[in-house]
């Protein structure tokens, strides 16, 4: 560690007293920390994980696919490293996957880089349901141009399923073989696919190396090729004198008798309590980490846990019912070669068409399958378009047989199905479970919809067409695969009404005005893409005004 690093993770002083105070070093919370730092704020981050190391990530290993099941899984359930904390997901239909450590999920993402689109800021006006946020599209885009400059973005501009915008950072990855193929059916059937967007570059930027393509994004980049915020932003604010505090568990925000937010009270690694006062906090622990949080924060003021008036912190719980079909075909596809992002996606279904059935739509994204295991399991559950497979194909000869006519042969069609809010589906507080510094641990409480099993359901029977289309020899579907709840939002909402909503359109909280929420619990709805585009350019939209605002902040 260098001696920078030492000073980075020095905890605080007796009494010292931060501009602000940031909780969580993931995507939300590094775009806040760079950009604050750099117009002289001091900042402090606590950051229960650590710094991550890039020569300690599986990709470069034989055994990549094997401790990707175990000690680089998504779900911190399965993990259980000592840094996660436990969730009690026994009525959750969806398993939430994330990483604690700085760059939050990023570490284990698959970069696939997609912006909210116009219609997802606008869906209680297009389409009668859920909210409109309380900005649109158009007010967001020069914050995701920014973002999309730091983070490094490849892609090939002109999709049409946005409005026009820009050439990107870096040109489009290759879509290779398996977006040919991918490609193939949908041309065949006449429907939309563009060259995916993803947040690896093609060529050196900003810290990052090209993509090589070894196709292990999702265990971590050892290549330094995969954008994430330890690489493309941490670097940056702490240069601007901004300071890391990592292995800090947070136990509480507290609160002073004038209903201000006065810092937090943090345990460190060796079970000792700090206190890290601040003038202003912002909450970016993620949409089950942030509302546990504030429900934990309880005081006289805020017996229902902190900026809860609203009776909404932990209600709307929102995490992308997922579907995928993998087609396999004679043709050797390189289907082991990555990157693991999209090679091609699709929004030929992603508007509501009321005729279907549901609302709302989905994204699809056409993806490698990985090395063997991947080939028999990235999809779970092996569900034969002729029904469920048998035990003798998952053993002995006919393994092998699985794998030699799989492997390098399949494209994976990843389906992000738009979920819609539902106050039901919530975070609680678990009475008995703990993590390991014996903070209560997070409950979830939450059932697919009736929408989204049907919107699921059309959008895979159309994804069967297009991989036919494309000579499928053998398609195999998994139908809302547990596993999958890499996008936690909604938790906190925003909006306008105090009474129907916990923070404003800049994120900070209707009942404490120098605590903000800046991470994707605050999102109204979900979308049908993947959050993180959209995730950071708030954040950084958030922060500009927090920073060209601060002279009329409400202090401690």
């Keep these: 560690m260098s001696p920078s690093s030492k000073e980075a993770s020095r905890p605080a002083r007796r009494d010292e007293e931060v501009d602000v105070l940031i909780i969580g070093a993931g995507p939300s919370g590094s775009v806040a920390a760079k950009h604050l730092s750099a117009v002289g704020l001091s900042v402090v981050t606590l950051e229960q994980g650590h ?25 911190p359930n399965v993990r259980d490293l000592p840094r996660d904390y436990p969730i009690n997901t026994h009525e959750s239909d969806i398993n939430p996957l994330m990483f604690a450590g700085v760059g939050g999920s990023t570490t284990l993402y698959a970069a696939h880089w997609m912006p909210f689109l116009p219609s997802d800021f606008r869906v209680r006006t297009l389409d009668g349901i859920a909210d409109d946020w309380p900005f649109t599209y158009e007010d967001l885009l020069p914050y995701l141009d920014e973002v999309e400059r730091e983070v490094g973005v490849s892609g090939l501009p002109g999709n049409p399923a946005y ?11 290759p879509i290779g073989k398996v977006g040919q193929k991918a490609a193939q059916g949908l041309d065949r059937l006449g429907w939309h696919w563009w060259p995916g967007t993803n947040a690896i570059p093609s060529v050196p930027y900003n810290g990052l190396n090209a993509c090589v393509r070894r196709g292990t994004c999702m265990t971590g980049c050892p290549e330094g090729a ?10 940056h604010a702490l240069k601007n004198g901004a300071r890391l505090v990592t292995g800090a568990r947070v136990r509480e925000i507290e ?69 995928a079909v993998l087609g396999v075909y004679d043709e050797d596809l390189e289907s082991w070669r990555g990157p693991f992002g999209q090679n091609i996606d699709s929004f030929q279904y ?17 993806m490698p399958a990985g090395g063997p295991l991947g080939a028999m399991s990235f999809v779970g559950t092996k569900v034969f378009a002729g029904g469920e497979a048998g035990i003798e ?27 819609l809010p539902e106050a039901s589906n919530r975070v609680e507080i678990d009475p008995d479970l703990t993590d390991s510094d014996g903070i209560p641990a997070p409950k979830l409480v939450y059932k697919v919809s009736e929408n989204s099993e049907r919107l699921l359901r059309f959008h895979v029977d159309r994804c069967v067409e297009a991989v036919k289309a494309a000579g499928a020899i053998e398609t195999v579907i998994v139908h809302q695969m547990p596993d999958t709840g890499w996008h936690l939002l909604g938790t906190c909402k925003m909006g306008d009404d105090p009474k129907t909503s916990v923070v404003n359109q800049w994120g900070r909280t209707h009942d404490v005005p120098n605590l903000y929420i ?27 005004r927090l920073i060209a605002d601060r002279r009329n902040q409400e202090t401690p």
């Design 51 to 75: 710094m991550p190391d890039r020569n300690a990530y599986a990709g470069r290993r034989p055994e990549w696919e094997l401790v990707s099941q175990k000690q680089w899984h998504p779900n």
């Design 393 to 419: 194909d998952s053993w002995g000869a006919n393994l092998h047989k699985v794998v030699e006519r799989r492997l390098g042969h399949s494209v994976v069609w990843g389906i992000i199905g738009e979920d």
């Design 518 to 544: 800046f991470d994707a619990s605050a999102f109204p709805t979900s979308g049908g893409v993947n959050p993180t585009a959209t995730i950071m350019s708030v954040s950084l939209r958030q922060t500009r």
């Design 350 to 366: 992603y508007e509501t068409d009321e005729k279907r059935g549901f609302m709302r739509g989905a994204k699809w994204g056409a």
């Design 226 to 235: 995969k954008s994430t915020s330890d690489i493309t932003y941490w670097p």
């Design 255 to 323: 609160i002073n008798d004038q209903g201000r937010a006065t810092g937090a009270i943090y345990i460190d690694e060796n079970g000792r309590e700090h206190r890290q006062r601040a003038k202003t906090v912002i909450v970016c622990a993620n949409g089950i980490g942030t509302p546990r949080l504030l429900l934990l924060s309880k005081s006289k003021r805020f017996p229902n846990g902190l900026a809860n008036s609203s009776g909404l912190v932990g209600r709307r719980l929102m995490m992308h019912p997922f579907s």
């Design 163 to 173: 409005p026009p915008r820009g050439s990107y950072p870096t040109p489009p990855l």
